[in-house]
């Protein structure tokens, strides 16, 4: 309870001469359904991709904290006391567990990697921010990413300083030749572009995949226009049995910076992601080192290390599973399948031939629906507090435009939840065809 007076302005403080990017309402984006979410308890959520909970168990914690150690001493022959300090210090700044993931890459995406070449961070997002940080060498630098993209990635260039410079996506991925044009209108203004941040695998919001043949010339294109493609693939391993390969498989030429999350196949509360990046860098000296070095420069003077608790915890999800997130995750694979095809049926019985239109990806947790009004965060608020049901505005990941689309994210959902929220969808878009309410809010997604 407060009854004092609003402290004052602090007289030297204005938003005006902060970090440009706290101006930037693409920075906001995380907590938009996080707030909707809570003043709206009542409605259906279909927005934001979590991981399903039902499975969640403290105990699992515990197994695999026991799990983690157990094998230090048994496999590496560790003393308690060295098992302790690895735990309770800081430690290393690429990480401890890189040789599972090392052998999670290899078993699930066919992936060889170096252990030295991986960085393990505190989630992806900070992969992203540091490798974004150490590609920017100054203000001529830029960051390829295809329209709309995911959200994380626009807000750690902004954080890193690096403009996201738009690239066409279809409905079968990121537009080549669009590529191409985009680089050279980039380079004809003076930017180097450095890199395109793209995920190959029922992306987040679009749910596209690439096909394999797109994948090769996405590849030979990075190549011919001299880029890194950053991939990135938290969602891959939900698919309807066939798996395609990554970016990273396909790279015969370490093209391919590689983000990993264990958000969605570990747990997002462990806040564990990595990167590969396993291309030479040439010194001032003429010495040789890894892109992950720089990155963990980075990262040593962002967070030190990844705190070895979370990285147990991985750990021990991995080694309790032979290193197999595909046999791991065999559950919850069913359950995003299950709600996939679940909602596709219910959206073609509700909205067939309703000038509704959505994609089909086989795998993933997203969907996305194209409606004949304006779908902004007014609406999405409208559609929370008349119909109890709630999703994600498109426009949230685009540079502009979207507003005629809602992401649909369907991980976290039950197959009660989905056949009422399936039904509040179809009430709220009969509603909206017919009038636009008049909303003025301004609100701003969580996490996913
Ligand atoms: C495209 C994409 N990348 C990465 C992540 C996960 O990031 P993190 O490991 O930081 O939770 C998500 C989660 O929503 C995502 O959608």
Known sequence: MSNDKPLPVHADLFEATLHASLSNAALESMNFLNEIGMRYPDAISFASGRPYEEFFDVGLIHSYLDTYCAHLMRERGWSAGQVRRLLFQYGRTKGIIGDLIARHLELDERITADPESIVVT?????????????????????VLAVDPSYVGLTGAALLADMPVWPVRSGASGIDLDDLSAQAARARAAGLRPRGCYVIPDFSNPEGVSLSVPHRRRLLDTAAREGLLLLEDNPYGLFHDGTALPTLKAL?????????????KTGFPGARVGYVIADQRVAGRRGEVCLLADHVAKIKSMVSVNTSPVAQALVGGKLLEHGCCLTAANARETQVYQRNLRQVLDGLAARFGGAGVSWNRPRGGFFIVLTVPFTADDAMCEYAAREHGVV???MSHFYTKGGLSQLRLAFSQLTPGQIETGLDRLAAFVRDSRSHRPVISTSITISNG
């Open 122 to 142: 505190v989630g992806c997002q900070e992969a992203m921010f540091c490798v974004l940080r150490a590609l920017r060498r100054d203000g001529r630098d830029v």
């Open 251 to 263: 790279d015969t030429g370490r093209r391919v910076v590689y983000l990993g999350s264990f958000a």
């Open 391 to 393: 999703w994600t505005p």
